[in-house]
């Protein structure tokens, strides 16, 4: 194992405050990074000053699993996830870019989820591990674009910001989508709720069917799989042993919820039967409206999760 080492940030960063005046950031603690194995493949460690992890796949910047001081899991990856080097992995959190699912030409949810990516250490500034994509030869047989994209993931107490970035670095415009697909571990599927959703604009992909959210809270009896406008305000997963917090940027545009259930779960190679019983996807998306990306021009997009 290689340790990468600790590294911090200034503890008194200025900032402006909301009433215009500046500031200090909060410590931002250090993050101890380190190489690893992980099922044979090459991956990242990282552990917060509270004893917090993370683990990330070189392989797609793939985040594996993020555990809180108490141990507690708080990703699903399936057990039967195929490690590879080559095929999307089964859970974590896969990055969907520069298409969504197959709404256009490229393989199904793009091809960075399937392509490796490189380290770029611990951003002394942010504090968040980092990793980098660039285009060559074989992203441009399929996507004739120049960019360079950027995963950051930030750990703090009960916390974890998971924040993609795509700068167009090519000399005329593109237009992507992108998504990062949450897989958030559940004990019981039927037990779990997630609330805040009401009154948003819902696509019901299994029914092929639009409407208003009216349920102030779903819950998932079947095949569930549905694309909302985001709301305003973060999400709660609300399960006995406890509720999670789920925001994202207004960039992300779009919310999807999805959970196989029994009879498609059953059908996924890559996944348990009863594997829809402990998982539910809920990700930050840019979906129905493709952001058209200017030559020199940065969008970035975010995920937050925190323990309530």
């Given at each position: 194992?290689?340790?990468?080492?600790?590294?911090?940030?200034?503890?008194?960063?200025?900032?402006?405050?909301?009433?215009?005046?500046?500031?200090?950031?909060?410590?931002?603690?250090?993050?101890?990074?380190?190489?690893?194995?992980?099922?044979?493949?090459?991956?990242l460690?990282?552990?917060?000053?509270?004893?917090?992890?993370?683990?990330?796949?070189?392989?797609?910047?793939?985040?594996?699993?993020?555990?809180?001081?108490?141990?507690?899991?708080?990703?699903?990856l399936?057990?039967?996830?195929?490690?590879?080097?080559?095929?999307?992995?089964?859970?974590?959190?896969?990055?969907?870019?520069?298409?969504?699912?197959?709404?256009?030409?490229?393989?199904?949810?793009?091809?960075?989820?399937?392509?490796?990516?490189?380290?770029?250490?611990?951003?002394?500034?942010?504090?968040?591990?980092?990793?980098?994509l660039?285009?060559?030869?074989?992203?441009?047989?399929?996507?004739?674009?120049?960019?360079?994209?950027?995963?950051?993931?930030?750990?703090e107490?009960?916390?974890?910001?998971t924040?993609?970035?795509?700068?167009?670095?090519g000399g005329?415009?593109?237009?992507?989508?992108?998504?990062?697909?949450?897989?958030?571990?559940?004990?019981?599927?039927?037990?779990?709720?997630?609330?805040?959703?009401?009154?948003?604009?819902?696509?019901?992909?299994?029914?092929?069917?639009?409407?208003?959210?009216?349920?102030?809270?779903?819950?998932?009896?079947?095949?569930?799989?549905?694309?909302?406008?985001?709301?305003?305000?973060?999400?709660?997963?609300?399960?006995?042993?406890?509720?999670?917090?789920?925001?994202?940027?207004?960039?992300?545009?779009?919310?999807?919820?999805?959970?196989?259930?029994?009879?498609?779960?059953?059908?996924?190679?890559?996944?348990?039967e009863?594997?829809?019983?402990?998982?539910?996807?809920?990700?930050?998306?840019?979906?129905?409206?493709?952001?058209q990306?200017?030559?020199?021009?940065?969008?970035?997009?975010?995920?937050?999760?925190?323990?309530?």
């Amino acid at each position: 194992m290689q340790s990468l080492g600790p590294m911090a940030v200034p503890r008194e960063a200025p900032m402006l405050r909301e009433d215009g005046a500046i500031g200090a950031l909060p410590t931002i603690p250090h993050m101890h990074t380190s190489s690893i194995e992980f099922r044979g493949q090459p991956a990242l460690r990282a552990t917060g000053a509270d004893g917090s992890t993370l683990t990330v796949a070189l392989h797609g910047a793939h985040l594996l699993s993020w555990t809180t001081a108490d141990g507690r899991e708080r990703l699903y990856l399936s057990p039967r996830a195929v490690f590879d080097g080559k095929t999307a992995i089964r859970g974590g959190v896969p990055i969907c870019c520069p298409q969504f699912n197959q709404r256009g030409m490229l393989p199904k949810h793009g091809f960075m989820r399937n392509l490796p990516w490189e380290s770029q250490g611990v951003d002394p500034e942010s504090g968040a591990l980092t990793l980098r994509l660039r285009d060559d030869d074989a992203t441009r047989a399929l996507w004739p674009h120049a960019f360079e994209a950027r995963v950051a993931f930030t750990l703090e107490a009960g916390q974890l910001r998971t924040a993609l970035s795509l700068r167009n670095l090519g000399g005329g415009p593109f237009g992507f989508t992108a998504a990062l697909h949450t897989y958030l571990a559940v004990d019981d599927i039927a037990e779990a709720r997630l609330e805040g959703l009401q009154g948003a604009n819902r696509w019901d992909a299994v029914r092929d069917d639009r409407h208003v959210e009216t349920a102030p809270a779903l819950r998932f009896e079947s095949e569930f799989d549905s694309v909302y406008a985001a709301p305003a305000e973060p999400l709660r997963l609300v399960q006995p042993g406890g509720t999670l917090e789920i925001a994202q940027g207004a960039t992300c545009t779009e919310t999807v919820v999805w959970n196989p259930g029994a009879a498609l779960g059953a059908k996924l190679a890559d996944m348990p039967e009863d594997g829809f019983r402990h998982m539910l996807c809920v990700e930050a998306a840019r979906i129905d409206e493709p952001v058209q990306l200017a030559p020199g021009a940065e969008w970035q997009g975010w995920q937050q999760l925190r323990v309530l």
